[in-house]
Protein backbone atom coordinates (compact mmCIF):
# COMPACT_ATOMS: atom_id res chain seq x y z
CA UNK A 1 0.00 0.00 0.00
CA UNK A 2 3.17 2.41 0.24
CA UNK A 3 3.64 5.16 -2.28
CA UNK A 4 7.14 4.44 -2.22
CA UNK A 5 5.49 2.23 -4.75
CA UNK A 6 4.00 4.17 -7.32
CA UNK A 7 6.08 5.56 -9.91
CA UNK A 8 3.56 6.09 -12.96
CA UNK A 9 6.01 8.26 -14.79
CA UNK A 10 8.38 5.75 -14.78
CA UNK A 11 8.91 2.82 -16.72
CA UNK A 12 8.93 -0.35 -14.94
CA UNK A 13 12.78 -1.45 -15.76
CA UNK A 14 13.81 2.07 -14.24
CA UNK A 15 12.02 2.49 -11.39
CA UNK A 16 13.62 3.04 -8.08
CA UNK A 17 11.45 1.37 -5.62
CA UNK A 18 9.65 -1.87 -6.37
CA UNK A 19 6.26 -1.71 -8.30
CA UNK A 20 3.31 -1.03 -7.61
CA UNK A 21 0.92 -4.13 -6.80
CA UNK A 22 -2.47 -2.07 -6.82
CA UNK A 23 -4.10 0.76 -8.36
CA UNK A 24 -6.95 2.83 -7.80
CA UNK A 25 -9.13 0.70 -10.05
CA UNK A 26 -7.91 -2.51 -8.37
CA UNK A 27 -7.13 -1.59 -4.58
CA UNK A 28 -7.21 -5.12 -3.93
CA UNK A 29 -4.67 -6.12 -6.63
CA UNK A 30 -3.64 -5.22 -10.19
CA UNK A 31 -4.55 -8.64 -12.64
CA UNK A 32 -0.67 -8.74 -13.88
CA UNK A 33 0.94 -10.30 -11.03
CA UNK A 34 3.53 -12.27 -11.51
CA UNK A 35 3.24 -15.66 -8.93
CA UNK A 36 5.61 -13.92 -5.73
CA UNK A 37 3.67 -10.42 -5.99
CA UNK A 38 0.18 -12.54 -5.89
CA UNK A 39 1.37 -13.93 -2.62
CA UNK A 40 2.30 -11.44 -1.64
CA UNK A 41 -0.92 -9.65 -2.58
CA UNK A 42 -3.31 -12.35 -1.24
CA UNK A 43 -1.46 -12.42 2.11
CA UNK A 44 -1.47 -8.87 3.06
CA UNK A 45 -5.54 -8.52 1.84
CA UNK A 46 -6.10 -11.50 4.21
CA UNK A 47 -4.54 -9.74 6.71
CA UNK A 48 -5.95 -6.20 5.88
CA UNK A 49 -9.88 -8.46 5.79
CA UNK A 50 -8.94 -9.61 9.44
CA UNK A 51 -7.85 -6.34 10.52
CA UNK A 52 -11.55 -5.09 9.53
CA UNK A 53 -13.13 -7.64 10.98
CA UNK A 54 -11.20 -6.66 14.49
CA UNK A 55 -11.66 -3.30 14.12
CA UNK A 56 -16.06 -3.91 13.83
CA UNK A 57 -15.79 -6.63 16.51
CA UNK A 58 -14.26 -3.97 18.65
CA UNK A 59 -16.98 -2.12 17.97
CA UNK A 60 -19.92 -4.08 18.51
CA UNK A 61 -18.33 -5.21 21.99
CA UNK A 62 -17.08 -1.97 23.10
CA UNK A 63 -12.95 -2.87 23.43
CA UNK A 64 -10.52 -0.47 22.07
CA UNK A 65 -8.22 -1.32 18.78
CA UNK A 66 -6.78 0.61 16.31
CA UNK A 67 -4.96 0.15 12.81
CA UNK A 68 -1.79 1.95 11.12
CA UNK A 69 -1.36 2.27 7.74
CA UNK A 70 0.26 4.90 5.73
CA UNK A 71 -1.81 8.02 5.37
CA UNK A 72 -3.04 8.68 1.50
CA UNK A 73 -0.73 10.49 -0.35
CA UNK A 74 -2.50 13.77 -1.12
CA UNK A 75 0.61 14.93 -3.61
CA UNK A 76 -0.20 11.73 -5.54
CA UNK A 77 -3.83 11.55 -5.83
CA UNK A 78 -3.89 8.83 -8.12
CA UNK A 79 -1.70 6.27 -5.91
CA UNK A 80 -4.34 3.47 -4.18
CA UNK A 81 -4.66 3.67 -0.65
CA UNK A 82 -6.33 1.35 1.59
CA UNK A 83 -7.88 4.42 3.33
CA UNK A 84 -10.03 4.49 0.21
CA UNK A 85 -11.63 0.59 0.58
CA UNK A 86 -15.36 1.02 0.66
CA UNK A 87 -14.76 -1.02 4.31
CA UNK A 88 -12.70 1.38 5.95
CA UNK A 89 -14.52 4.40 4.60
CA UNK A 90 -17.63 2.33 6.30
CA UNK A 91 -15.74 1.99 9.39
CA UNK A 92 -14.48 5.48 9.95
CA UNK A 93 -17.76 7.02 9.38
CA UNK A 94 -18.94 5.17 12.68
CA UNK A 95 -19.41 6.53 16.35
CA UNK A 96 -16.84 5.56 17.83
CA UNK A 97 -14.26 5.43 15.36
CA UNK A 98 -11.21 8.11 15.06
CA UNK A 99 -8.78 8.88 12.68
CA UNK A 100 -5.91 10.37 13.24
CA UNK A 101 -3.08 11.59 11.24
CA UNK A 102 0.47 12.15 12.42
CA UNK A 103 4.26 12.32 10.52
CA UNK A 104 6.84 9.52 12.09
CA UNK A 105 9.30 11.96 12.65
CA UNK A 106 7.45 13.96 15.14
CA UNK A 107 7.82 10.52 17.08
CA UNK A 108 11.15 10.22 16.35
CA UNK A 109 11.68 8.43 13.15
CA UNK A 110 14.50 10.23 10.48
CA UNK A 111 11.60 9.62 8.07
CA UNK A 112 9.05 11.63 7.97
CA UNK A 113 6.50 8.55 6.38
CA UNK A 114 2.83 10.66 6.41
CA UNK A 115 0.83 8.05 8.48
CA UNK A 116 -3.10 7.34 9.83
CA UNK A 117 -3.97 5.87 12.92
CA UNK A 118 -7.90 4.57 12.79
CA UNK A 119 -8.15 3.85 16.27
CA UNK A 120 -11.79 2.34 17.70
CA UNK A 121 -13.37 3.11 21.38
CA UNK A 122 -9.60 4.97 22.22
CA UNK A 123 -10.68 8.81 22.66
CA UNK A 124 -6.78 8.91 24.61
CA UNK A 125 -5.27 8.47 21.43
CA UNK A 126 -5.91 11.90 19.62
CA UNK A 127 -4.89 13.19 22.86
CA UNK A 128 -1.13 11.49 22.94
CA UNK A 129 -0.91 12.57 19.02
CA UNK A 130 -2.00 16.28 20.13
CA UNK A 131 1.09 16.55 22.76
CA UNK A 132 3.41 15.38 20.22
CA UNK A 133 5.79 17.76 18.62
CA UNK A 134 4.03 20.00 16.12
CA UNK A 135 1.25 17.94 17.08
CA UNK A 136 1.90 15.10 15.18
CA UNK A 137 2.64 17.03 11.83
CA UNK A 138 6.35 18.49 10.88
CA UNK A 139 6.81 21.86 10.12
CA UNK A 140 9.16 23.92 8.89
CA UNK A 141 10.00 24.86 12.96
CA UNK A 142 11.19 21.45 14.16
CA UNK A 143 13.94 21.91 11.89
CA UNK A 144 13.65 18.10 10.77
CA UNK A 145 15.73 16.67 7.73
CA UNK A 146 13.68 13.72 6.67
CA UNK A 147 16.11 10.57 5.23
CA UNK A 148 14.31 9.72 1.55
CA UNK A 149 12.86 6.43 1.73
CA UNK A 150 13.10 5.81 -2.30
CA UNK A 151 15.61 3.62 -3.95
CA UNK A 152 18.01 0.95 -2.42
CA UNK A 153 20.24 1.43 0.38
CA UNK A 154 24.18 0.55 0.12
CA UNK A 155 23.56 -3.18 0.94
CA UNK A 156 20.59 -3.82 -1.49
CA UNK A 157 17.99 -3.80 0.43
CA UNK A 158 14.96 -1.47 0.23
CA UNK A 159 15.27 1.95 2.02
CA UNK A 160 11.36 1.35 2.55
CA UNK A 161 12.68 -1.58 4.58
CA UNK A 162 13.37 -0.56 8.09
CA UNK A 163 10.51 2.55 8.45
CA UNK A 164 8.34 -0.78 8.54
CA UNK A 165 9.30 -0.89 12.27
CA UNK A 166 7.40 1.85 14.57
CA UNK A 167 9.83 4.65 16.59
CA UNK A 168 9.89 4.49 20.03
CA UNK A 169 8.13 7.49 20.30
CA UNK A 170 5.08 6.11 18.77
CA UNK A 171 5.02 2.50 20.44
CA UNK A 172 5.03 4.93 23.85
CA UNK A 173 2.41 7.25 22.14
CA UNK A 174 0.30 4.16 21.58
CA UNK A 175 0.82 2.49 25.03
CA UNK A 176 -0.11 5.07 26.80
CA UNK A 177 -3.36 5.64 25.09
CA UNK A 178 -4.02 1.93 25.52
CA UNK A 179 -2.68 2.00 29.01
CA UNK A 180 -5.43 5.24 29.75
CA UNK A 181 -8.49 3.17 28.22
CA UNK A 182 -7.58 0.23 30.33
CA UNK A 183 -7.48 2.10 33.35
CA UNK A 184 -10.70 3.91 32.52
CA UNK A 185 -12.37 0.57 31.75
CA UNK A 186 -10.94 -1.45 34.91
CA UNK A 187 -12.03 1.59 37.19
CA UNK A 188 -15.65 1.66 35.74
CA UNK A 189 -16.31 -1.61 36.24
CA UNK A 190 -14.54 -1.91 40.21
CA UNK A 191 -16.18 1.67 40.94
CA UNK A 192 -12.67 3.49 41.75
CA UNK A 193 -11.50 6.30 40.07
CA UNK A 194 -8.44 5.67 37.96
CA UNK A 195 -5.81 6.63 40.00
CA UNK A 196 -6.47 4.03 42.58
CA UNK A 197 -6.08 1.31 39.86
CA UNK A 198 -2.89 -1.07 40.47
CA UNK A 199 -1.68 -1.18 36.57
CA UNK A 200 0.77 -4.01 37.20
CA UNK A 201 -1.77 -6.28 39.26
CA UNK A 202 -5.09 -4.77 37.12
CA UNK A 203 -3.65 -5.38 34.04
CA UNK A 204 -2.29 -8.36 34.32
CA UNK A 205 -5.56 -10.10 34.13
CA UNK A 206 -5.99 -8.84 30.34
CA UNK A 207 -2.91 -10.24 29.23
CA UNK A 208 -3.99 -12.59 26.26
CA UNK A 209 -1.04 -14.98 24.87
CA UNK A 210 -0.38 -15.19 21.56
CA UNK A 211 1.98 -17.58 19.34
CA UNK A 212 5.28 -16.46 18.84
CA UNK A 213 6.17 -16.06 15.14
CA UNK A 214 9.42 -15.58 13.15
CA UNK A 215 8.79 -12.20 11.63
CA UNK A 216 11.15 -12.98 8.58
CA UNK A 217 8.98 -15.70 7.82
CA UNK A 218 5.54 -14.91 6.33
CA UNK A 219 4.96 -18.64 5.56
CA UNK A 220 3.94 -18.39 9.30
CA UNK A 221 0.70 -17.22 7.95
CA UNK A 222 0.33 -18.27 5.40
CA UNK A 223 -1.60 -21.63 6.01
CA UNK A 224 -4.40 -19.61 7.86
CA UNK A 225 -4.77 -16.48 5.92
CA UNK A 226 -4.20 -17.55 2.09
CA UNK A 227 -4.71 -21.00 1.71
CA UNK A 228 -8.51 -21.20 3.40
Known sequence: WSVAR?????????????????SLARLWGLLDLGPSEQRQVDLGNALLRTQILFMLLALAYRFAALMEHPARAHWQPLAPSSWLLPELRHLASLDGVDAVYLDQCTTGAPWRKPTTLMAVNLPALRLEISSLPGAGRCCPALGHRHVSLGGKAEDGSWMTAPAKTYPRGLCQALARALHRRALDVLAAHSGCPPESVQPEADLLGLVVPVDWYDPASWEAFTHDCVTA
Open 6 to 22: YHPEQPRNVRDGPRALR
